[in-house]
């Protein structure tokens, strides 16, 4: 008998344990989905563009600002900006014209100071081999001073190397002057930033000896 009681309460219990259990266990919502849309990305445009400029004024002298000046006439078309920037147009296309016409100058004064240069050598070089006397094909025979020969070598010499280095500054400059300018393309400043400065009248009291209301001078900055 005692047996039978105790099947009969593990049976139960048994049932009891399973009934705890869920016959279909919940499925995981798997069509939920997290938000992965990542908010716009900022793009500094003035610093691709002055990137742009800066890699055209490196492969060609002026490329840059010719590049500056299409940014200008794409506003103009696209109605990005009021008028036709006529003036802005001619600035670009002048500083290009700058680039050349110093560039030309400095070319063309290299190449009479080298030519110089090498023409009093030769002749200090002749005059050395020949016992002082001057090279009649020359056209230096108004020197006959060695050291007045030496000299002027030496000015065109030096002269030489300042407009090398005046040919690397007006390259590098091409290349600052189209960076500089497309970046501040895109450097927007509000038109409502102003100050002003107007009169205006402030209360004071007796301990500096002043009257209840002095003038004054009121500074509005609007941001």
Known sequence: MRAFLLSVVLC?????????????????????????????????????????????????????????????????????????????????????????????????????????????????????????????NNGLTQYPNVDALTTAKNIYRRNREVVIISLVGLYGLNVLDAYVTARLKYFNVDETLSIKVSPSIINTNTMYGLNNIAPALKLTLRL
Do not use: H
Request: aromatic share 10%; hydrophobic share 35%.
């Open 12 to 136: 139960f219990v048994f049932a009891l344990a399973n009934a705890q259990n869920p016959v279909n266990p919940a499925k995981q919502d798997t069509t939920a989905k997290l938000d992965t849309i990542a908010p716009p990305k900022y793009v500094n445009q003035g610093k691709i563009a002055g990137k742009k400029a800066v890699y055209r004024s490196l492969i060609f002298p002026g490329l840059g600002q010719l590049y500056n000046y299409g940014l200008v006439v794409d506003d103009v078309k696209n109605g990005r900006t009021e008028g036709k920037k006529i003036g802005q147009k001619i600035y670009l296309l002048g500083k290009i014209g700058a680039i050349y016409a110093g560039g030309t100058m400095l070319v063309m004064s290299y190449i009479d100071n080298n030519n110089n240069y090498k023409r009093f050598l030769r002749e200090l070089q002749y005059r050395q081999a020949n016992g002082g006397a001057p090279d009649p």
